[in-house]
């Protein structure tokens, strides 16, 4: 059964803490993929990562997805009240067509 | 452009009724995944339609079962219904059938079963 854990479960912070999360699996994956979900809504894709070692940012943003693409990385620097939610990874099965999502961190950003 | 939407927003069932929950795919997406979320944890695949077909099914009993129609909408289907099976529910739309497709999601329904 291939698993994604996420790390940490909770995290709050200071508004212009710098923060990471942490996405670990066994498993090789195809892409991974970091979703941002706030209540009552569904997840909002953030980025998709394919190739082992890629880093990508968006704005405050950092992605990285491990050299094995096993495990990957989201670096939030200068955290903003409006970077509250509950962040999830997801893993494209390779030669399937599902995601493996992670357990999810619940971001909570105070002001 | 549009964006998923689902269908209802809410819903509470009964212990061994039957659901159908129903999804409009985003303009132009031709493949169709359910996820289900249970409090506090990650999205868990169901299965996928494409071409109205189901080309992709997670560990779900066969109970839960699907279609897509011509014009790329869905709807799961629960028979049965179990206490666990109360969670939120999730369309997502993507481009193409196949790994790596981006998901887009819509808000889901909160099915609660008594």
């Known amino acids: 059964t291939q698993l994604l854990e996420q790390s940490p479960q909770f995290l709050s912070i200071q508004e212009g803490e710098n923060l990471t999360v942490y996405c670990n699996s066994s498993s090789v994956f195809s892409s991974l993929q970091w979703y941002r979900q706030e209540p009552g809504e569904g997840p909002v894709l953030l980025v998709t990562?394919?190739?082992?070692?890629e880093v990508k940012k968006l704005k405050r943003l950092t992605f990285q997805f491990g050299d094995a693409r096993k495990d990957s990385s989201l670096h939030i620097t200068a955290a903003q009240p409006g970077d509250t939610g509950l962040y999830l990874c997801a893993g494209a099965v390779s030669g399937t067509y599902k995601y493996i999502f992670g357990t999810g961190t619940r971001l909570k950003v105070l002001a | 452009e549009t964006g998923v939407t689902q269908s209802p927003t809410h819903l509470i069932k009964t212990r061994g009724q039957q659901v159908t929950l129903r999804c409009s795919s985003q303009s132009g997406h031709n493949t169709v995944s359910w996820y289900q979320q249970a409090l506090g944890q990650g999205p868990q695949f169901i299965f996928q339609?494409?071409?109205?077909?189901?080309?992709g099914r997670g560990n779900f009993p066969p109970r839960f079962s699907g279609l897509q129609f011509p014009n790329y909408s869905s709807e799961l289907n629960v028979n049965a219904l179990e206490l666990d099976d109360s969670a939120l529910y999730l369309c997502?739309?993507?481009?193409?059938?196949?790994?790596?497709?981006?998901?887009?999601f819509g808000n889901g329904t909160r099915l609660t079963v008594t």
């Open positions: 990562v394919v190739t082992g070692g």
């Open positions: 339609y494409y071409r109205e077909e189901e080309n």
């Open positions: 997502a739309s993507s481009l193409v059938s196949g790994s790596n497709s981006p998901l887009h």
